[in-house]
């Protein structure tokens, strides 16, 4: 069973920049992705980013602006976010992938005023 742990969310102005980190209660082996998902209010659920070591996806909408990190000796993964914009507005998901199993974090809030 993997566990995950969000932090970093919060309020900030257009413009602004947030880091948010996920630490892992296990190493996770670096081919299998981690990354983040979000969920702005009355949307599906829809991927951010995530990282392996054979591949690194990011959603066009953040290219440029969110940068995504990952440090297996420490399980951690961060997510840079900077110039964010009101429509980043979203709880963030940590997620991990071992196999066919997806585990997830409880989420963190990220609202960013105009």
């Known amino acids: 069973q993997v566990q995950l742990v969000e932090s970093g969310g919060g309020l900030v102005q257009s413009g602004g920049s947030l880091r948010l980190s996920c630490v892992a209660n296990?190493?996770?082996?670096?081919?299998?992705?981690m990354g983040w998902y979000r969920q702005a209010p009355g949307k599906q659920r829809e991927l951010v980013a995530t990282?392996?070591?054979?591949?690194?996806n990011i959603t066009d909408s953040v290219k440029g602006r969110f940068f995504i990190s990952r440090d297996d000796a420490r399980k951690t993964v961060g997510l840079q976010m900077n110039g964010l914009e009101p429509e980043d507005t979203a709880v963030y998901y940590c997620?991990?992938?071992?196999?066919?199993?997806?585990?997830w974090g409880q989420g963190t809030r990220v609202t960013v005023s105009s």
């Open positions: 296990r190493m996770i082996l670096d081919i299998w992705p």
């Open positions: 997620n991990a992938r071992v196999g066919e199993t997806s585990f």
């Open positions: 990282i392996s070591s054979l591949i690194t």
